[in-house]
């Protein structure tokens, strides 16, 4: 006897359509912020909710859809596949050790390059953007490029939710670790990012995922699919305008005063950072001789970084210095453009054992 499969709905083809295109949709929003960056421009200003008898609610358009990403990415979060961790927990262990010290790796690195160029302040502008990247969590996006490759979903998310959790703790001690290698002004301003982002990572990124955690234990079946029908494609459009209103901050002032150096050496740093980054976690998942599915997750966990919270942390902290936006962006892109040849190539195949293979 056969059972029907029942037909997908409006939402979900929406949201299926656009995951497909998601790389291509990123690239618009990139073209929209370079041609048009004055409704971006606008967005990104602080605007009031009234709400009656001379009250308003500031409503930070930025902060408002990072947050709904994260809640969107709670909810799709499958807690039952977790328990696969308890019995091989190598892969979350790794990733959870590389997610803290590629920046002490790296960073360093990109300093003592920057130092020999001419820049008036020696790079610090861009090696403070450096910083507040690759110090932020595992990007929600990666579940999503798990899930299109040969990767082990149960680990990805564990390093997603383990680096979210951690990270009111871990980030201001790695920024605090780096702080020395910063000169003209920028540690005292980093420092201050530093002090504030303890807030940030609970309020703006911790609380939003758990949300959607919780929301995902409460909610019954069917309240919990209607739910995730109006919530995942409303968050990967949120999430397309959040790229274009970061994107319009940084291209618009560099528009108003092209910078060309500035803007070669954001690219030069941002990839090098970004394929290092990679390769520490693909070389890691070769020593431990990890199978397929766990090495790709690993390697897509190591190099995707929440860019978005980091351009949002620069916004509301840094708002008179919106080209520190161009290596976040430029990060950005990239990380999704190496997580698409991780993907195709599936690291690690070598590694694939039958016993060893995690379902995913």
């Known amino acids: 006897m056969y059972t029907r499969t029942p037909a997908p709905s409006p939402a979900d083809r929406a ?3 656009l995951r497909h295109r998601l790389g291509r949709a990123v690239v618009l929003a990139y073209a929209a912020a370079l041609l048009l960056p004055g409704p971006g421009l606008w967005l990104r200003r602080t605007h009031a909710l009234p709400l009656g008898w001379g009250r308003a609610l500031p409503l930070p358009l930025p902060q408002f859809l990072l947050s709904l990403v994260l809640l969107s990415a709670g909810l799709q979060v499958p807690l039952s596949a977790l328990g696969t961790l308890l019995r091989r927990p190598v892969a979350l262990l790794a990733g959870l050790a590389l997610h803290l010290s590629i920046p002490l790796l790296a960073i360093p690195a990109v300093a003592f390059l920057l130092r020999r160029t001419p820049d008036t302040d020696g790079g610090s502008g861009l090696v403070t953007a450096m910083i507040l990247i690759v110090t932020m969590p595992v990007a929600a996006g990666a579940t999503v490029w798990t899930g299109k490759g040969d990767g082990d979903q ?3 998310v564990g390093l997603v939710l383990a680096s979210t959790l951690l990270s009111p703790l871990t980030t201001p001690l790695v920024i605090g670790a780096l702080l020395p290698l910063l000169g003209g002004g920028y540690g005292s301003t980093l420092g201050r990012i530093e002090d504030a982002h303890g807030g940030f990572a609970l309020l703006g990124v911790v609380l939003p995922c758990a949300a959607g955690v919780l929301c995902r234990l409460a909610l019954p079946a069917p309240l919990l699919g209607r739910v995730l029908g109006a919530v995942v ?3 990967l459009a949120g999430s397309l305008l959040l790229t ?7 291209l618009g002032s560099f528009l108003a005063r092209p910078r060309p150096l500035l803007l070669a050496a954001a ?3 941002a990839t090098l950072v970004c394929l290092l980054s990679f390769a520490l976690g693909h070389g ?8 397929a599915p766990a090495a790709s997750s690993l390697t897509l966990a190591c190099g995707m970084n929440n860019s978005s919270a980091s351009a949002v942390l620069i916004t509301t902290t840094l708002p008179d210095k919106p080209h520190l936006l161009l290596p976040v962006l430029a990060y950005g892109l990239l990380q999704k453009t190496a997580a698409n040849r991780v993907v195709r190539r599936g690291p690690g195949r070598r590694h694939v054992t039958r016993s060893s293979r995690c379902p995913v």
């Open 154 to 156: 149960p680990t990805m």
């Open 233 to 235: 494609p409303t968050a």
């Open 284 to 291: 890691a998942a070769r020593l431990l001789k990890l199978d």
């Open 15 to 17: 949201t299926g359509w």
């Open 244 to 250: 274009y209103v970061n994107a319009s901050g940084a």
């Open 267 to 269: 690219l030069t740093v």
